[in-house]
């Protein structure tokens, strides 16, 4: 294949709002077009760029729902109204996915420029809501293929019985995968609090030197993981600083060619990263609560891999990492699938990650890939690997970028499958599990004043020939009960299940 049909990231852009009147925020339109126009201005062109521009993709944000977003903001920036203009799914991989998309339609001759955008303004709208603010965002667009997606979400986040027992939210589900991850690693609870610790101070130091991080505020370890009114723990063991930060107002956006479209507009080499391999997957065990193993992240290693081998280069060969990292259990899985000390010198964020430069709903990857592309052209021999993660660790996208060419072409590879080796089919939870069990995984949740109040239990049911049925159960609300849980290894506690004839759900009852 031609070196002209080379994926090339040529123009980026970020953007942080911190406005406390909600009224002088942007509306979304204005806030997208705008760091639309900074990439496009980035790559050297300007706003002509946009008359080129044939594919344009839009995250769509949370609590704005006009009749076709993603076409008022082409509308506004000029973007040829021949182009391929669509909203994506939801999910924190969306960015890379997208990237990963965009490059194979340019390789394969049938895109030559695209702009994808995305990010949030939810500190705005939730500031307008408390004040009782009405906020006049457009709300019209070109209704023409509004309902046509990019990626459309293909099944729900939450299964039947994860809304009975009510683990729906993050804040209650990677908690389940820390604790199961802990105890595979063999640490103790103090332990484990501490490389907690370690590893994200690191991340709040890039936050800190991070000027559109939300929080760039460096914290040491122990502030991280040492609970205080202002840290309240939330979902055991994460304190609220280890939880990623949603509510806020950013955006990004990123300009991708072919290499023959860069030059045709006189776009520097200089602003040229390309593009040199992706590869995206999900959990057969697509539930977090089916999952055949809580320590193992399969579709996470085979996206990973999968970019690696496209690359063609191994992951000694990374120089920097931005793993996504709505939850420490993100990072440290990332490390565990692709056998990284968790304390390797390489960083693992180039933004500060989630929870200190912020997590803008599906659009966190929109302020990573811009920020990993700004570095690759500082230091232009390095490799850079970008990754995303939809819902509950069940989507995943990885890239690897450069800005040196790659050696060896662009041709897609074929290799091995490699989570052969892990379980992957779902271990379904049984609607009405009864008996003897013992804890795969769990965690403690805490109300607004920090203290505990209900546990989350995923386990195994024993005996009778039941060849260890999985079962889902919430605990009894029992102050000293979930006060054990918290002070001693939960993982492996044996208990009896019972059912609950009047809710549905099932109640685990450790010995």
């Not at 457009?138 to 299964?159: L, N």
């Not at 159960?473 to 004839?501: F, I, K, Q």
Request: glycine content about 10%; some cysteine; hydrophobic content about 40%.
């Amino acid at each position: 294949m031609s070196s002209d049909r080379a994926p090339v990231l040529v123009g980026v852009a970020q953007y942080v709002g911190r406005e406390i009147d909600p009224t002088a925020a942007p509306d979304p339109v204005t806030m997208l077009a705008d760091v639309a126009t900074r990439a496009a201005y980035d790559s050297g062109v300007g706003q002509t760029l946009f008359a080129h521009v044939d594919t344009y993709l839009q995250i769509p944000l949370a609590y704005w729902t006009p009749v076709n977003g993603a076409a008022l903001v082409a509308e506004r920036v000029g973007i040829n109204g021949r182009a391929r203009v669509q909203h994506t799914g939801g999910g924190g991989e969306m960015g890379v996915l997208a990237a990963n998309h965009l490059a194979d339609e340019i390789l394969a001759g049938r895109t030559e420029a695209a702009l994808m955008t995305g990010g949030q303004i939810w500190k705005t709208y939730e500031r307008a809501k408390a004040a009782g603010v009405e906020l006049d965002w457009p709300s019209g667009g070109d209704p023409t293929g509004a309902d046509e997606r990019f990626a459309p979400i293909a099944k729900p986040m939450v299964s039947e019985i994860e809304e009975r027992h009510q683990l729906t939210r993050p804040i209650q589900a990677y908690p389940l995968f820390e604790n199961a991850l802990r105890t595979a690693q063999g640490m103790t609870l103090a332990e484990h609090a501490q490389r907690l610790g370690e590893m994200m101070t690191e991340f709040t130091a890039v936050a800190a030197a991070n000027p559109y991080a939300w929080f760039p505020t460096e914290r040491s370890a122990e502030e991280l993981i040492t609970p205080t009114p202002q840290n309240r723990m939330i979902g055991f063991p994460y304190t609220k600083y280890l939880n990623a930060v949603l509510n806020t107002d950013q955006a990004g956006a990123y300009v991708m060619t072919s290499v023959a479209k860069a030059q045709e507009l006189g776009i520097p080499e200089d602003r040229w990263v390309y593009w040199w391999g992706g590869h995206n997957a999900a959990e057969e065990a697509w539930f977090a609560s089916t999952r055949p193993n809580f320590a193992e992240c399969p579709s996470m290693k085979d996206s990973s891999i999968g970019a690696l081998d496209q690359a063609g280069v191994g992951v000694d060969d990374i120089a920097l990492f931005d793993f996504y990292s709505c939850f420490p259990i993100a990072v440290r899985m990332a490390c565990t699938m692709l056998s990284i000390d968790e304390l390797d010198p390489r960083p693992f964020t180039v933004t500060g990650g989630l929870p200190y430069a912020g997590g803008p709903g599906s659009a966190y990857n929109m302020n990573s890939i811009p920020a990993m592309v700004e570095q690759l052209r500082e230091d232009d021999r390095s490799i850079g690997m970008v990754t995303g993660n939809g819902f509950f660790m069940t989507k995943h996208a990885a890239a690897v970028l450069s800005a040196r060419p790659k050696e060896g072409g662009w041709e897609r590879t074929d290799g091995p499958p490699p989570s052969a080796s892990m379980e992957t089919a779902p271990a379904n939870p049984d609607d009405s599990a009864s008996g003897p069990g013992r804890i795969e995984a769990y965690t403690v949740m805490h109300d607004r004043d920090g203290q505990p109040s209900l546990g989350y239990v995923c386990g195994r049911l024993d005996g009778n020939g039941s060849e260890s049925r999985r079962f889902l159960a919430n605990t009894p609300e029992d102050p000293d009960l979930l006060h054990d849980l918290l002070a001693s290894e939960g993982v492996g506690r044996t208990g009896h299940v019972r059912n609950d004839n009047d809710t549905g759900c099932c109640i685990f009852t450790p010995a």
